[in-house]
């Protein structure tokens, strides 16, 4: 059952803000029983041929699984958070829970990364599907609201087990804090996870945005308030040049109360804090001292808080906010990046100098938060092309990254991608190849050499030089990619019991 060509359900301005609230937005696929009955059944049969999760090759063993994601429901929700153009990772999943005590909380790795900084936009969403009726009994995928953003885990409270009708998908933010929760029901539960990457940054609202405010009263309950970033957040999916500027909430507490509340011994009033004096704008100047030194908050939701109270402030906050970035230890200068690349491009000059820095740390976090600002020029892009080149890996991962999501603007930036097509690290080289396929058919020049990467020892690589030739999509990329995937076309019936026939 392929579903094509029907019109996409597009998310609500509501689910938009649901889904940067609690990291996750609970829908159903709307296709019937029957097919979701078909694909449990092949799962199962799939488990017990292989002796388990068949891992990356579910999809070509149960090929049924691509109606999932034409679905409108699917396909429109991933549409929503990630824009026109996304890509299916080369990662995927099928968790089989059968009498098991559970899992342990986690966030996923970025597949084949060691270093991979995470992102507080929505440039990775997964989609976990349930093939059958999931009950709490039957041990579902427990998460943990508003954690996508939290390096670290205090505690799981607002956790919940996200259950539901056979066509129950959740989609989620790539970096929630989520598990297996234990099934005590005797029953088989399948989930199917699949990874999805924006190609570009949004130029405009990809979902039926009636131009909404954030409205705090529609809020779903999580345990820490971060309406500073959220709101940043629903303006940069809306294409805004300046994501952390707009109009602002109306802050609750008066800015003296709020200072006196930032210093409290009590975390949660520190977070409070920080998040109203982001509501106060350049007004809450004052502040930044006092501020910059959050950064550093040992409560991770007041640190945050802080890092986009300190962007909403703007330029009068470059400076303290660019000491700590120099002189902090992690997770403090992860923040102060934050707040860099929320800020936009009055930080820009002083990350440009930071890409010089000694410390390849500095270095790193600043090709990061340079690719997170959008609209910059070429010395940006110059200076980036030049960190591709550094000695140390993480930045070139990072730059690499970067230079991928200035879009158009890195056309130019072709032939640095494809000196880091020979990289040693493998995370660099997946970077590149990734890069070239969100430039699609700009990087069309980079045929021959996206040919040598089908044959990379990486499998992630492999996975998207793929998708490049797919995205480039010229004559000359259709005429490496087609005979590749002849070759490597997968017979989803052949098995050691049935080698041949029928």
């Not at 088989?188 to 130029?203: G, S, T, V």
């Not at 998708?467 to 004559?475: D, F, K, N, R, V």
Request: proline share 7%; aromatic share 8%; hydrophobic share 40%.
């Amino acid at each position: 059952m392929i579903v094509r060509h029907q019109p996409l359900k597009l998310l609500t301005d509501t689910q938009v803000q649901q889904f940067l609230v609690n990291g996750f937005l609970v829908l159903n696929d709307e296709l019937p029983q029957s097919f979701h009955d078909t694909l449990r059944r092949q799962c199962a049969a799939v488990a017990e041929r292989r002796g388990g999760n068949p891992g990356n090759n579910i999809l070509p063993h149960v090929p049924a699984l691509q109606a999932v994601f034409e679905s409108p429901a699917i396909k429109g929700a991933l549409t929503s958070i990630l824009g026109p153009r996304f890509c299916m990772h080369p990662h995927r999943h099928m968790h089989e829970n059968r009498n098991s005590a559970g899992g342990g909380w986690h966030k996923d790795s970025y597949w084949g990364y060691k270093r991979q900084m995470r992102h507080h936009r929505p440039w990775w969403v997964m989609i976990m599907y349930y093939p059958q009726d999931t009950t709490t009994e039957m041990g579902p995928t427990g998460v943990i609201p508003g954690s996508a953003s939290h390096q670290t885990r205090d505690g799981d409270e607002g956790a919940l087990g996200v259950t539901g009708k056979a066509g129950t998908f959740f989609m989620i933010e790539y970096d929630i804090w989520h598990r297996a929760t234990p099934n005590t029901s005797g029953l088989e539960r399948y989930m199917l996870k699949f990874e999805f990457i924006r190609l570009e940054a949004p130029h405009q609202a990809a979902w039926n945005d009636a131009g909404s405010a954030w409205d705090p009263a529609s809020e779903p309950a999580v345990p820490a308030a971060h309406r500073g970033m959220w709101r940043q957040q629903l303006n940069w999916l809306r294409g805004h040049g300046a994501p952390h500027r707009g109009p602002k909430l109306e802050p609750a507490l008066a800015l003296d109360e709020a200072l006196k509340l930032l210093v409290s011994e009590n975390p949660k009033d520190r977070a409070r804090a920080a998040d109203e004096l982001e509501h106060h704008g350049a007004e809450a100047a004052s502040a930044v001292p006092v501020l910059a030194k959050a950064l550093n908050d040992s409560y991770e939701p007041a640190a945050l808080n802080a890092a986009y109270a300190l962007a909403a402030i703007g330029e009068p906050a470059v400076a303290a906010v660019g000491q700590v970035f120099l002189n902090a230890e992690p997770p403090a200068r992860l923040n102060a990046t934050y707040a860099l690349a929320a800020m936009g491009r009055e930080a820009v000059p002083a990350l440009l100098e930071a890409l010089r820095h000694a410390d390849a740390s500095v270095r790193t976090h600043a090709a990061f938060a340079l690719g997170e600002i959008p609209g910059t020029g070429g010395d940006v892009r110059e200076a980036l092309e030049r960190a591709t080149r550094d000695e140390e890996a993480a930045v070139r991962q990072h730059a690499v990254e970067a230079l991928s999501m200035k879009g158009a603007a890195s056309k130019a930036s072709v032939p640095a991608l494809l000196e880091r097509l020979a990289d040693p690290e493998d995370e660099v080289r997946f970077n590149a190849v990734l890069a070239l396929a969100r430039l699609g058919s700009s990087a069309a020049e980079a045929v021959e050499a996206l040919a040598g990467c089908l044959l990379d020892p990486n499998r992630y690589v492999r996975g998207y030089a793929v998708e490049a030739l797919h995205q480039i999509g010229t004559p000359d990329a259709l005429s490496v990619l087609i005979p590749y995937l002849k070759t490597a076309r997968w017979c989803e019936t052949t098995h050691t019991s049935s080698p041949f026939y029928p």
